[in-house]
Every structure is written in C-alpha cells, then in structure tokens.
C-alpha cells in the first residue's frame, strides 16, 4: 500500500472556508474500514498524479464538497477528519491487566499508617506518583520548580496566546499505565484515537507517502506482519523475508533476549544477524529518531525489540492518539484535581535548591531556594538523571547505587511549531518524514481539537538528531532559530513539494510563525549499554525513592514509562508504609562497583537559573541561545 499526498486539483484549490459549523463527528462514529480496496491500491506516480484522473477529479469535488483539505492515505481521497473509538484490545493485553493489578494493590494498600510525602518534580513521573499515593492513602505533596506542571509534556502560551508545547506527543496502544491511568481520571474521551495506520514520506520521491495498514479483525502478531508484508514501497519480498530470522527469538525467548541485546547497537545487530541495510534505511531510522531522538548507529537494540515486541504482541498496540489539547491542562490538571481531592498538594513555582540529609544518611528535608525546609515522613525524586546528579547530598556521592546514574544523560532534541497562512493538504494522523533532519509532524490544526483550524495549518515538527551526540553532523542545539527554521522549510519543500518552495506559481505557503523549543536534555540517551545502569526506584536511603522515566522499568524513556515509574515508586513507599515487602534494590553493574574506592565524596553543583532548560525541560531560546546554553551546560554548543 503506498499512498501520496500529492493530488495536483488539491494544491491548486484555495484555501479551504471555514465550516460553518463543526465538521467533526462524535468519537463513536466508526469510519467503514474500506482495507480491502485499500490493499490493492497502487501508487500513483507524481507524474501520474498531474495529469487530471477521474480520481483527483472526484477528490477534487470532494474536497471542496467537505471544505477539507485532509486526505485518507489508504485511498488519497478527501475526507473529514475525525476520531475513531477507543481500540477493542488495548484493555486486554497482559501488560494492561498487570498495570491494573497494580492499581488495584495500591488502593488495597490503604488503611496502613498514613505517610507525607514530599515528591520533586510536577512532571507525569512526580504526578502519577502522587496519584498512586493518595490512592493507597498517603498525603504527597508535589513542589514543581516551574510555573507550569507537565515537564517535557509542559505547554505555555506565548504573546499571542497561541500554545507552545514542549514536544509532539503520541499515545499507543501499548501505553497500559497510561491507558489505565486515563480511565481512572475518567478522561478517556480527550484521546483523539487516529486510523490503526503508520505513515511514512517515500525518501526518492518527494511529496509521496506509503503506509502500513493494520486490517482489521486480525490479531496480533499476524497485522503487523501483514502490515508489513502487504506494503510494497519500503522493502522488497526478500528483504521482508531476511528480517524475520532476526526478529524471531524476540517472540521465542521474549523480555530476555531483548534485554540481551542492550550492549549492541543497531547496526551491530544487523551486521550480527545479517540483516539488510535496506531495512535500516527504510524502517529503522524512522523508528530510532521517533523513539530516542538519535541515529540507529548510536541507538541500543534493546529499544527497537521493546517497541517491536510490543506492537508485535498487542493487537491494538500501535495505534496511536493524540490528546485533545495541550497537555498541561488536559492530563496533568485533571492529575492535579485527583490528588488534591484526595488530601494532596500540586504546588508550583517550587524548585528544591537541596537534598538535605540526616547523619545516618536519611533525608532530613528537601531545602527549597526560598529557604523553606520541607519535612515529610518519605521523599520522592521525579526529576531527571541530569538533574538528580545536580542535587545528589554529598552523603550520598560515593554510593555505587547513585553513582551509576553518572552512565545516564539526556538527549538534546528540538519541537518546531510551524504557522502557515493557508490550510496545507494533509492527514489526520502522525507522520515519520524520514528526512535527515525531522522525526515525526503532524499537522495539529487537523489532528488535535484545541488546534483545530480549518483556513491555516498549524504544524508540529520533532527535529532529530540534533546533535552529534545523537548520532547527526551538525550540532543544531548551537544554531540560531533562524538557521534551524531555514533548513525545516527546505525539509518542508520535499515534504510538500506542490505547496511550499519559493518555485511555485505564488510563491507558495507563506509561513507567518515560528516557534522552536530547544530541550537540551530530553529523554536518557538510550544508546547502547545503558539499561544496567537504570536503577531501582527503591534506593539504599530508607526515606528515599526515585521515579522518572529513566529510572529502570519495562517502557523506554517515554510518557508510559514515566506513568509506570511514578506508580512503581507509589508501590515502594506504600507497601514499606504497610510493612509489606518490596520488590528490592535492583543489582548494581560489577563495573561500577569495581570503582567504588575511587568514588571521592563530592557536593552537589546544583541547579543554576530558573529557565525551564534548568529543570530538564524545554523552551524557545530565540537570539539570546547561546547565552542562556552556556550558563547551563557548555558541553551542548560545542560541535
Ligand atoms: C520533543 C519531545 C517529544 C516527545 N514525544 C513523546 C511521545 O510522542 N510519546 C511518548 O511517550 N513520550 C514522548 N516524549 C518523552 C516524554 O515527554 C517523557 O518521557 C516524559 O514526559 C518524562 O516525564 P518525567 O516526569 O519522567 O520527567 P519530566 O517531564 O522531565 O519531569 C520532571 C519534572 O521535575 C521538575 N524539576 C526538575 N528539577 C527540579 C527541582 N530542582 N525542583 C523542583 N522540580 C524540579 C521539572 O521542572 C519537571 O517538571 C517526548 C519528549 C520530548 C522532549
């Protein structure tokens, strides 16, 4: 199946008119499959394309019948963009059914001793923690540095009050604590479900797309197969072929064989397995920008196997959502309201400037930079690796179980907002660019409700890799907004080869705004080796338990893992608060305890300025970038 986007009668119609009501359907109208006509479709060469088809002709009409610029990519004809229902499956996966075990625990938990506990950091990791805790009833405050909640979900509004959004963020199928969550917060309905669809730009042929459908009424691990087989654009019959040898003691020996692999890369499984390099070129690029931010040949096998096992193992697992609108208001205010609800605190505008300690080595207080001590019966960090080894007690700096957190360190990556004064032809849906220099976009003015907008798209753009630590060549965390703005629409002109470029008829889609939010230091660089290094939530120090997506649990350094961690660090403190046991430290790497007598005590730096980058997340530098790098970490302007 490959599709494109490219319909000639559609680029040259205006600008579609606003509606003049809502064109969006209710979430419970199921759109007709139609995969069977879908499976058969073939290509039509953007040479092809141009000459006017009884097809452009009949989207063309309907087009402008529906006063939308969004096309079904399964069959390139224009459509209303809407929602589709909440996926059958994803609430009966095992992953699933074990996130909500562990709900239920943490409720049955309740009637122990109640605890406070001081959690740093409002991130998803901090507030689901939170979350989890009221439940098994304990009384958590949450001390935010920031004004906003969310972290690297965090959204604000600018000048114009139009809303700026740390990153592009997808939900999957296979997110069970985070499918779980949401229906505990009773907030199911503002994920905005997408076709069980991936969509791919043809790298040779500019304007062009193709997709792997998943049909169906086909369970897994057979639609991903079929998606795959079915797809005759991005690998040859062989090719599809010589790949499954590789993949196949993924599903024999499961969660082992993929932590097995952690040590080598992507490209040292390949060569070791004989994989062709087509499939990096086609598939795994697309798949190690989207997941890590970083090149395949710097990114740990280990992160390809966990996704790929995942979708290959949960029949709705890759279908993806997006949320309703930003996602400070829409998922962490609900969290908020939940715990506070409940007998918790949600308090911004908090940054914890120390971890003050007691003799023995026990938290005495969290220190806030106002002067305030905060004491509490436990202590949670959520805040990320890079920031912890900032704010590590010197008590602590010669413990092999912190130390091996100095492995750990975050990615830089780059969210691109793009305004355009017209509507762009589009999909309702994400999309892999597989451009050297962008992950995924999605057009938000058709995808997400808070963005709609009929006339004008509004795009969102991951820009990655974006430094040579993420395996590019050029360091874009150095480069001025202009600079980076500059190389996006050249990426823009392939990807919308009829609609922007400085070659057509009207000089094309004028872009009126921009917004380029640098995060320095985004998820832990999963590149490879790095696994044996996440530690346990629970710690040596008896009050002291750690969340964060980085630290060790099953789902990457992701929105899901975050959920999982916060609630695994909920399970620590409540089941030590009801004397039940715990799951226990987990093992440190013999190479770290083999240095141990070289740890030298050492206080901590700290966390200097109070600029979102200072707390992990992200924000728009604009001209004065290479200041405000420096005051944090030098180390990220250099080339
Ligand atoms: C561009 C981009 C796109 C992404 N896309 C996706 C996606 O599509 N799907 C997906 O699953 N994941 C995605 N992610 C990853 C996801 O956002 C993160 O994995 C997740 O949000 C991390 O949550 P966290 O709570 O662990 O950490 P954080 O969000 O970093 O939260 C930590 C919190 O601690 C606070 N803090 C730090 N220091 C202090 C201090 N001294 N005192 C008090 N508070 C402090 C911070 O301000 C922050 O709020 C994306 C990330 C980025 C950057």
């Known amino acids: 199946?490959?599709?494109?986007?490219?319909?000639?009668?559609?680029?040259?119609?205006?600008?579609?008119?606003?509606?003049?009501?809502?064109?969006?359907?209710?979430?419970?109208?199921?759109?007709?499959?139609?995969?069977?006509?879908?499976?058969?479709?073939?290509?039509?060469?953007?040479?092809?394309?141009?000459?006017?088809?009884?097809?452009?002709?009949?989207?063309?009409?309907?087009?402008?019948?529906?006063?939308?610029?969004?096309?079904?990519?399964?069959?390139?004809?224009?459509?209303?963009?809407?929602?589709?229902?909440?996926?059958?499956?994803?609430?009966?996966?095992?992953?699933?059914?074990?996130?909500?075990?562990?709900?239920?625990?943490?409720?049955?938990?309740?009637?122990?001793?109640?605890?406070?506990?001081?959690?740093?950091?409002?991130?998803?990791?901090?507030?689901?923690?939170?979350?989890?805790?009221?439940?098994?009833?304990?009384?958590?405050?949450?001390?935010?540095?920031?004004?906003?909640?969310?972290?690297?979900?965090?959204?604000?509004?600018?000048?114009?009050g139009d809303w700026i959004e740390t990153g592009l963020h997808i939900f999957f199928g296979a997110y069970p604590n985070m499918m779980n969550l949401f229906s505990e917060l009773d907030i199911e309905d503002r994920l905005q479900w997408k076709r069980h669809q991936m969509i791919f730009a043809m790298q040779e042929l500019p304007g062009e797309f193709t997709t792997f459908d998943f049909l169906e009424g086909i369970p897994a691990p057979f639609n991903f197969g079929l998606s795959i087989l079915l797809n005759q654009k991005m690998l040859t019959l062989p090719e599809k072929l010589q790949t499954a040898p590789a993949l196949l003691p993924m599903l024999v020996e499961g969660q082992k064989f993929i932590d097995l692999q952690d040590e080598l890369s992507v490209f040292n499984f390949m060569e070791k397995y004989g994989m062709p390099d087509r499939i990096n070129t086609e598939v795994f690029i697309a798949m190690a920008k989207a997941l890590d931010f970083i090149d395949p040949e710097k990114l740990s096998m280990t992160v390809v196997l966990t996704a790929m096992n995942r979708f290959l193992n949960e029949t709705d697992g890759l279908q993806m959502a997006f949320i309703d609108g930003n996602q400070t208001q829409r998922l962490c205010e609900p969290l908020k309201q939940y715990i506070e609800a409940r007998g918790g605190k949600v308090l911004c505008d908090k940054p914890i400037a120390s971890i003050e300690t007691n003799a023995d080595g026990s938290v005495s207080s969290f220190l806030l930079r106002d002067g305030e001590h905060i004491v509490a019966d436990e202590y949670v960090s959520s805040v990320p690796c890079d920031i912890i080894k900032r704010i590590l007690p010197r008590a602590w700096s010669t413990d092999p179980f912190f130390r091996q957190i100095d492995e750990l360190e975050g990615i830089p990556v780059i969210n691109i907002h793009l305004w355009f004064d017209r509507k762009l032809?589009?999909?309702?849906?994400?999309?892999?660019?597989?451009?050297?220099?962008?992950?995924?976009?999605?057009?938000?003015?058709?995808?997400?409700?808070?963005?709609?907008?009929?006339?004008?798209?509004?795009?969102?753009?991951?820009?990655?890799?974006?430094?040579?630590?993420?395996?590019?060549?050029?360091?874009?965390?150095?480069?001025?907004?202009?600079?980076?703005?500059?190389?996006?629409?050249?990426?823009?002109?392939?990807?919308?080869?009829?609609?922007?470029?400085?070659?057509?008829?009207?000089?094309?889609?004028?872009?009126?705004?921009?917004?380029?939010?640098?995060?320095?230091?985004?998820?832990?660089?999963a590149i490879p080796g790095r696994n044996k290094f996440r530690p346990s939530q629970e710690t040596p120090i008896k009050n002291f338990t750690l969340a964060g997506d980085w630290t060790s649990q099953k789902f990457l350094g992701s929105m899901e893992g975050a959920v999982l961690a916060g609630k695994l660090a909920a399970e620590v403190v409540a089941c030590k608060a009801a004397g039940e046991p715990t799951k226990g430290l987990k093992k440190i790497d013999p190479s770290i305890l083999k240095k141990k007598d070289e740890f030298v005590p050492k206080d901590p730096m700290g966390v200097k300025g109070k600029t979102p980058i200072a707390f992990g997340g992200g924000e728009v530098l604009g001209s004065n970038f290479e200041q405000k790098l420096n005051d944090q970490e030098a180390v990220l302007l250099e080339a």
């Open 425 to 525: 032809l589009n999909v309702n849906h994400l999309c892999f660019s597989r451009s050297p220099l962008l992950s995924v976009y999605a057009d938000m003015s058709t995808c997400c409700k808070e963005y709609e907008d009929q006339d004008k798209s509004m795009l969102e753009l991951v820009f990655a890799p974006c430094s040579p630590i993420a395996g590019g060549s050029v360091n874009w965390m150095g480069k001025s907004d202009e600079e980076i703005i500059q190389a996006t629409m050249k990426e823009m002109e392939r990807l919308f080869p009829t609609e922007i470029g400085p070659q057509l008829p009207d000089g094309g889609a004028k872009l009126v705004k921009h917004a380029v939010v640098k995060v320095p230091r985004s998820v832990y660089a």
């Open 1 to 160: 199946m490959s599709v494109t986007f490219v319909q000639p009668a559609l680029y040259n119609a205006a600008p579609a008119a606003p509606a003049a009501s809502s064109t969006r359907p209710a979430q419970s109208q199921r759109e007709a499959p139609g995969w069977g006509t879908a499976v058969g479709f073939t290509t039509a060469s953007l040479a092809a394309c141009h000459s006017r088809s009884v097809r452009s002709k009949r989207s063309t009409r309907r087009a402008k019948e529906s006063r939308t610029r969004t096309v079904n990519p399964a069959n390139n004809e224009a459509e209303d963009p809407r929602d589709f229902p909440k996926p059958s499956c994803i609430d009966q996966t095992d992953n699933y059914r074990e996130g909500e075990a562990l709900s239920r625990k943490l409720l049955s938990l309740k009637g122990a001793e109640s605890k406070t506990v001081a959690i740093i950091g409002g991130g998803l990791s901090g507030l689901a923690c939170a979350k989890y805790l009221v439940d098994a009833g304990h009384k958590p405050i949450v001390l935010e540095a920031r004004d906003c909640l969310g972290g690297k979900v965090s959204a604000w509004k600018d000048k114009d």
